[in-house]
């Protein structure tokens, strides 16, 4: 099964356009975790079992357990396990924005794929589609390139002659051979995910910046859903994983979002 057969059969089984982004960053999660064997591993395992009906992924980024060296890895590799065998129809995206040489990215490729057993990864476009091959032909994999990011200073080079239309362009016209291609474009710039839309057709959008970083539900929602009323993967994270109560923040949000699909 490809990445994106089962994300379109998770999000018919969950009704779920809602990604859940663990970014477990060791400072912030709750007390009673901080002392366990496995910290980072005991709060996604929780959060992971107050929302696995409620999602059409998680999406564990990689910063948060690199941070911490060789237990932080072991813990990402223990979550992406976990979620695996428990629950198998919901896809991993590593959130890892990786892109180097071809002969680097081999290595990115065994680690992502062979050692967590991630369905997906992103990446940014920079180096070309050749240095990215690696990636590419991995067809049950899903590829996500970095298309128009949700930070506040995405503009500085994406806007440059509209940089992030050309990718976008690319990414269909040439490096989507295998159908195993996607975008990141940020819920904070609407107008900019709509312009994209028009380019990609029904290709998925994996888009962040909802919640923490102030993306308008209803405004990502109207311009970003293809013509299956789908196509997108909404990430929020913090505003979920630190929430008082995880479970009743994931549904709130997958039913407002479904609220402006219908």
């Given at each position: 099964m490809?990445?994106?057969?089962?994300?379109?059969?998770?999000?018919?089984k969950?009704?779920?356009?809602l990604?859940?982004?663990?970014?477990?960053?060791l400072?912030?999660?709750?007390?009673q975790?901080?002392?366990?064997?496995?910290?980072?591993?005991a709060f996604?395992k929780?959060i992971?079992?107050?929302?696995?009906?409620?999602?059409?992924?998680?999406k564990?980024?990689?910063?948060?357990?690199?941070?911490r060296?060789?237990?932080?890895?072991?813990?990402?590799?223990?979550?992406?396990?976990?979620?695996?065998?428990?629950?198998?129809?919901?896809?991993?995206?590593?959130?890892?924005?990786?892109?180097?040489?071809g002969?680097?990215?081999?290595g990115?490729?065994?680690?992502?794929?062979?050692?967590?057993?991630?369905?997906?990864?992103?990446?940014?476009?920079?180096?070309?589609?050749?240095?990215?091959?690696?990636?590419?032909?991995q067809?049950?994999?899903?590829?996500?390139?970095?298309?128009?990011?949700?930070?506040?200073?995405?503009?500085?080079?994406?806007?440059?002659e509209?940089?992030?239309?050309?990718?976008?362009?690319?990414?269909?016209?040439?490096?989507?051979?295998?159908?195993?291609?996607?975008?990141?474009?940020?819920a904070?710039?609407p107008?900019e995910l709509?312009?994209i839309?028009?380019?990609?057709g029904?290709?998925?959008?994996?888009?962040?910046?909802?919640g923490?970083?102030?993306?308008?539900?209803?405004?990502?929602?109207?311009?970003?859903?293809?013509?299956?009323?789908?196509?997108?993967?909404?990430?929020?994270?913090?505003?979920?994983i630190?929430?008082?109560?995880?479970?009743?923040?994931?549904?709130?949000?997958?039913?407002?979002?479904?609220?402006?699909?219908?």
């Open positions: 490809t990445f994106q057969q089962k994300f379109d059969q998770i999000i018919t969950n009704n779920s356009l990604c859940v982004g663990l970014d477990s960053d400072e912030k999660i709750p007390s975790f901080q002392h366990k064997d496995y910290p980072q591993f996604n929780w992971v079992e107050q929302t696995h009906d409620f999602v059409c992924a998680y564990p980024n990689s910063a948060f357990y690199e941070a060296g060789a237990d932080g890895i072991t813990e990402l590799k223990m979550t992406c396990h976990y979620v695996k065998k428990q629950y198998p129809d919901i896809p991993i995206i590593f959130d890892a924005k990786r892109g180097d040489i002969s680097t990215n081999e990115y490729v065994r680690f992502a794929y062979e050692y967590l057993g991630v369905d997906a990864i992103t990446l940014h476009p920079y180096l070309g589609k050749e240095a990215l091959t690696p990636f590419l032909k067809k049950e994999k899903g590829c996500i390139i970095l298309c128009r990011t949700s930070n506040p200073g995405a503009g500085e080079f994406q806007d440059i509209k940089l992030y239309k050309k990718v976008a362009s690319s990414v269909v016209a040439s490096w989507n051979a295998n159908k195993n291609c996607m975008l990141v474009v940020g904070t710039y107008k709509a312009e839309r028009k380019i990609v029904d290709m998925t959008i994996l888009v962040p910046g909802i923490a970083q102030g993306g308008d539900v209803e405004k990502t929602v109207k311009a970003g859903l293809n013509s299956k009323n789908a196509g997108m993967i909404i990430n929020a994270g913090r505003s979920i630190f929430s008082k109560n995880p479970q009743k923040e994931t549904m709130k949000l997958r039913d407002e979002i479904n609220k402006f699909r219908n």
